[in-house]
């Protein structure tokens, strides 16, 4: 079952979102987004907890 996730999900002004068929492939599609577009957040070990945390099976 395919998981999504949204930058709202953790509180990020952001309407950002992406889907995926596990939290892997989620969380790679997160990091590269991460890095282009909010350079400015450090994804730290609590948030990418949050990250984790947020995603929702589809």
Known sequence: ?????????V???CDWK???EDE???MAAIQVHA???HADIEL????VDMVRAAIKTA
């Open 11 to 13: 509180g990020v002004d």
């Open 18 to 20: 992406t889907s995926a």
């Open 44 to 47: 730290t070990p609590e948030l």
């Open 24 to 26: 892997d492939g989620i």
């Open 35 to 37: 890095a282009e577009v």
């Open 1 to 9: 079952m395919a998981k999504t996730y949204t930058c709202r999900d």
